[in-house]
């Protein structure tokens, strides 16, 4: 901020005199504040024509002092402006009796109570003011704003809360609506009432600011905000588009290869139907699989990722089952870990499916996928299953209802309607999947509730979740063991995982059993679970 040069010249009577000047922008007017030692006594503007110091101008200001400061006791009179040091010369003491002739004005209205109560954001200036030994005397209440005369009104209107307090008939309330100019500002206001025939300051002054502008300069920042975040929008679509361009060749050079090598084996004359030829493969794909698109949202709030672990007859049945049961806001990614030859065939039918070609083993291609999702939540189905009715809106409550959350387990159930798991335990330090061929109707299972870890058929982590702990541990062979090590570490930094009954899914028909835990990872698990104890 720049040094303000000024001074408080002199008390002459009632009358304070002195000047202030901003060298930087001598033309600014500047707000100069009045006090009783600590008491604000009100403001003026340093504006008019000053002597004395060449070059400048609009700096001279003046101020009328209250008959109350003449009470023949000593006071302190200080300028400064605002929160900046005071001028030079200041302060200056003040001891004496009323300096001005008489005006004609009774000893009993000489010194009026009341106070200015407040100025709204809509510019009412509010108050009360009254004579205490001539009760049916009315006020005439005169307003200042930055020191400058602006107007006047008489305090005569009825307050109740006034005449509760007992004073008087309680008809001593006063408004008076600030000038349009006062309105249209972008800076504060010093709004000061005082009476008129005395000149006394009702206490306390009031600063206003129209909240109008202040809505509208909050609105602009919003504005600019929005704009940011929708380049940064555009920039991630841009990013998006980019990574399907190389995802879209990616599938181009796998189905070339696949068509490549049927062509061969069709040339070298193999048995009829011991490989199909070129044609029948696209024939057969494109004529007895019913084309379906999924949405393609620039901002997906979820994305679900679906490991292709079946021919491709179930994960097309599985892909429609999803279909069926989701709407926008959601974007779903195909995991094709090279299982079965014909899956690099399911984006000729199935429009909008993101095609990932992965090989790193299951928690390679786990944290490949997440690292793939734009999703903020993210539900990875690496079994054929099906999901139940409000299966993805149970996930997105489930996370909602407390911010904690890191991931949800799933209810899986078997083709034949018996529970295969609901969550993880780690009691041993070694997962073991929990309700195995239980009915899915029983109490334990019917409602939400904390468990160990989630399962690698079927969970939901937050994006986040998985990016704090900078993806899952790659050492693990099973991504059973990589996720239970993953949720312990949630765990032991204050998150909690949930099993969450709404998200249900039932498997299709002759899908493979879950594989065994690796040995290894069982033991990698407990030495972990021994130094890491999770967290209740």
């Avoid at 030692?37 to 200001?61: E, H, M, Q, Y």
């Avoid at 002739?101 to 010194?111: F, H, N, Q, S, Y």
């Avoid at 409000?390 to 991931?407: D, M, S």
């Amino acid at each position: 901020m720049t040094e303000i040069d000024g001074r408080l010249e002199t008390i002459a009577g009632r009358i304070v005199d002195g000047w202030a000047v901003d060298p930087a922008d001598p033309e600014r007017p500047l707000t100069v504040e009045i006090r009783d030692g600590d008491r604000l006594l009100g403001s003026t503007i340093a504006a008019g024509a000053g002597a004395g110091v060449p070059g400048a101008t609009r700096r001279r200001f003046s101020f009328l002092l209250p008959l109350d400061i003449f009470d023949g006791q000593e006071h302190v009179i200080s300028a400064r402006i605002g929160d900046g040091p005071e001028l030079q010369n200041s302060p200056l003491r003040v001891v004496g009796h009323d300096p001005t002739p008489d005006l004609g004005v009774r000893p009993a209205l000489a010194i009026p109570s009341g106070s200015l109560d407040l100025v709204s954001d809509e510019g009412w200036v509010m108050g009360w003011a009254w004579y205490p030994n001539s009760p049916a005397e009315r006020v005439e209440i005169e307003f200042l704003i930055d020191g400058e005369l602006s107007g006047s009104t008489l305090a005569a209107s009825y307050r109740a809360d006034v005449a509760a307090a007992g004073v008087g008939d309680g008809n001593y309330g006063f408004s008076w609506a600030l000038p349009y100019h006062v309105l249209t500002r972008s800076r504060d206001s010093l709004v000061t009432a005082r009476d008129k025939r005395t000149g006394h300051v009702l206490p306390e002054p009031r600063r206003f600011r129209q909240m109008v502008v202040i809505d509208a300069v909050e609105k602009v920042t919003a504005l600019e905000t929005d704009l940011r975040q929708l380049h940064a929008a555009l920039a991630v679509r841009t990013g998006r588009e980019r990574a399907d361009q190389r995802e879209a060749a990616e599938l181009f050079r796998i189905v070339g290869d696949f068509f490549v090598q049927l062509a061969a084996a069709t040339a070298a004359g193999e048995p009829p139907g011991a490989v199909k030829t070129l044609r029948n493969a696209v024939s057969e794909v494109t004529t007895k699989y019913r084309p379906f698109a999924f949405d393609l949202p620039a901002a997906p709030e979820i994305t679900i990722c679906v490991g292709a672990a079946a021919p491709l007859p179930r994960t097309y049945r599985q892909l429609r089952a999803l279909r069926d049961q989701i709407g926008g806001g959601v974007e779903v990614i195909l995991i094709d870990a090279g299982g079965f030859e014909d899956t690099a065939l399911l984006p000729l039918v199935v429009r909008n499916l993101r095609y990932l070609r992965l090989d790193r083993g299951p928690v390679g291609n786990c944290n490949d996928a997440f690292a793939a999702a734009t999703g903020r939540l993210v539900v990875f189905c690496g079994t054929p299953a099906a999901p139940a009715e409000g299966w993805l809106e149970a996930v997105a409550a489930g996370f909602a209802e407390a911010p904690g959350h890191a991931a949800l387990a799933a209810k899986l159930l078997g083709a034949d309607g018996v529970l295969d798991h609901a969550g993880v335990s780690l009691a041993d330090g070694a997962p073991v999947l929990l309700g195995q061929r239980r009915d899915p109707d029983a109490e334990d299972f019917c409602a939400p509730c904390q468990v160990d870890a989630v399962a690698g058929e079927v969970f939901a982590m937050r994006r986040a979740s998985w990016a704090a702990l900078r993806g899952l541990d790659e050492s693990y062979t099973g991504l059973d063991a990589a996720l239970a090590d993953a949720c312990l570490r949630l765990s032991n930094a204050g998150a909690t995982i949930r099993y969450e009954p709404g998200f249900c899914l039932t498997r299709l028909a002759d899908a493979a059993n879950a594989a065994a835990p690796d040995r290894d990872d069982t033991e990698r698990l407990r030495r972990a679970a021994d130094l890491q104890p999770a967290t209740a």
